[in-house]
Nanobody, 116 residues
Framework: QVHLVESGGGLVQAGGSLRLSCAAS????????MNWFRQAPGKEREFVAD????????RYADSVKGRFTISRDNAKNMGFLQMNSVKPEDTAIYYC?????????WGRGTQVTVSS
């Protein structure tokens, strides 16, 4: 299995930027897609973005398209979510997920709070 740890969350003003990181360890030799999800208070967890193993394909939720960018560095076993022009509605716990033939792992999340 792959063990994931998120970092980079915090408090940011609306319109600002934040970069989340996801560090992977364990069975990182297996190929896996990497995803970001988020969960706001009182709401269900929702998809934010994903990226395939090679980084050649990405997808975004409509709510973040054009503002967030997902990327990864397989040599360093890292994934990233660059968040620009953040809005108060982006406030949530952000989770990293790794999914593949031999992997289905979640991190514990990192809190992002956007003040208006």
């Amino acid at each position: 299995q792959v063990h994931l740890v998120e970092s980079g969350g915090g408090l940011v003003q609306a319109g600002g930027s934040l970069r989340l990181s996801c560090a992977a360890s364990g069975r990182t030799s297996s190929r896996y897609g990497m995803n970001w999800f988020r969960q706001a208070p009182g709401k269900e967890r929702e998809f934010v973005a994903d990226i395939n193993w090679s980084g050649s394909s990405t997808r975004y939720a409509d709510s973040v398209k054009g503002r967030f960018t997902i990327s990864r560095d397989n040599a360093k076993n890292m994934g990233f979510l660059q968040m620009n022009s953040v809005k108060p509605e982006d406030t949530a716990i952000y989770y990293c997920h790794a999914g593949g033939p031999f992997t289905d792992s979640w991190g514990r999340g990192t809190q992002v709070t956007v003040s208006s």
